[in-house]
């Protein structure tokens, strides 16, 4: 199920200093400049189009079902029909994660709850199984693994830690799944399971990084944190600030920490880091705070902001490192609200996002649909 991409550390050094992937030089946003606010208050590039296809507290559109407030960490998943299901999770107390069914055409035909029982589930991951990650976000937080259908019930994987989890990316030829932590002095971890690819069993591990990038996996003596957090119980450990979004292709996991505004890749191969994107080195850097992070099949990074500004942004950083804003979200509609749930539709030719706290705090869920780089043409 999982899309091959195809664009790692060493795609990104040799398109440093290339040309973009459009023909000709990049403009000062990538797919050029947005255009007003529409009546949901969002600012689309020319030839883009958007729908909001949920808000929280009430039924989806042709469902008795009512979506979730909060929505945060997404997802799709084809189905055999020719269509997808997004999965998208509650970061509200109550918790857990709903799932929209769409058909062939694009039109929902069905939504229903995939785990409940948890809480404040942020982000998570895809595995290239079929299932969802779903990670719980505070001290306890532990990681379920869901079923999008609908059909089995969600498991709890509590070798994989219990802390404050944020997301998940799997690496499927390295046979590990890499995790990150929402604290200032959160820890980038990765968990080898015993017997690939389940996940009940296995060693955890955090990273410590030296001054020259290399890192060093250091096993976590208790994952259970029975006595200590986990990221306190190896010195030495490497602090990532707020790591939030996170996504693996090509022998890479690119890590977003949102405190210090950084982009950085991890070569699984090379086991050395790097810094892609610096939001603090620049003067009027076009993305801060970073979060949610997710790629097209044209080789693009798409970046959500965590902050609430009067105007929040979703970024792109192209195949030639040109960052710049995609769309905004501003107006009213969106007061104090964040950027979240950035998931691409099989085809990537459809973009879904959630303004978590838009609508008096009960978030909205919206696909925007157009010119993507690499998407399929039907």
Same mark, same amino acid.
């Given at each position: ?26 403009? #000062? ?26 808000? $929280? ?20 998943? #084809?189905?055999?029909? $020719? ?59 532990? =990681? ?27 690496? #499927? ?28 069993? $296995? ?11 290399? =890192? ?37 996991? +690119? ?79 969106? =007061? ?9 539709? #099989?085809?990537?030719?459809?973009? +879904? ?7 008096? =705090? ?11 780089? $690499?998407?399929?043409?039907?």
């Amino acid at each position: 199920m999982a899309v091959a991409l195809g664009f790692g550390t060493a795609f990104w050094r040799g398109a440093f200093d290339g040309e973009s992937a459009r023909t000709g030089p990049p403009p #000062p946003e990538p797919y050029g400049p947005r255009a007003a606010a529409d009546a949901n208050g969002i600012r689309l590039p020319e030839g883009f189009q958007v729908r909001r296809v949920a808000r $929280g507290g009430e039924p989806v559109e042709g469902t008795s079902y009512e979506w979730h407030l909060a929505s945060d960490g997404a997802a799709t998943f #084809p189905t055999e029909d $020719g269509g997808w299901v997004l999965v998208s999770n509650c970061e509200a107390p109550e918790g857990g994660a709903g799932a929209m069914r769409f058909g062939p055409d694009g039109e929902i035909s069905d939504a229903y709850r995939i785990l409940e029982g948890t809480s404040q589930n942020c982000a998570g991951g895809p595995t290239p199984w079929g299932t969802w990650l779903s990670c719980e976000e505070f001290e306890e937080g532990r =990681v379920w693994e869901c079923d999008p259908m609908g059909r089995r019930e969600a498991r709890v994987h509590a070798a994989m830690g219990v802390f404050k989890h944020e997301a998940a990316a799997v690496d #499927p030829g390295g046979k590990r799944v890499y995790l990150t932590e929402d604290w200032d002095d959160g820890a980038f971890y990765r968990f080898t399971p015993r017997r690939w690819p389940r996940l009940d069993e $296995g060693l955890l591990e955090l990273a410590k990084v030296s001054d020259d990038g290399s =890192v060093e996996w250091v096993p976590v003596p208790d994952p259970s944190a029975g006595q200590e957090s986990t990221r306190r119980q190896v010195p030495g450990t490497t602090e990532f600030k707020r790591a939030e979004g996170i996504w693996f292709d090509s022998g890479t996991v +690119y890590v977003a920490t949102t405190f210090d505004s950084r982009i950085q890749a991890y070569d699984t191969r090379a086991e050395r880091l790097e810094v892609l994107y610096d939001g603090l080195a620049q003067a009027d850097a076009p993305l801060i705070r970073v979060d949610n992070i997710t790629a097209s099949r044209g080789g693009e990074l798409f970046v959500c902001e965590d902050i609430a500004t009067d105007e929040i942004n979703m970024g792109v950083m192209t195949r030639g490192r040109k960052v710049g804003k995609f769309l905004s979200v501003t107006g009213p509609n969106h =007061v104090d609200s964040e950027l979240t749930g950035v998931a691409f539709d #099989p085809s990537g030719s459809r973009l +879904y996002f959630s303004s978590q706290r838009a609508h008096d =705090v009960k978030g909205e869920v919206y696909e925007v649909s157009g010119p993507f780089l $690499g998407r399929q043409r039907a």
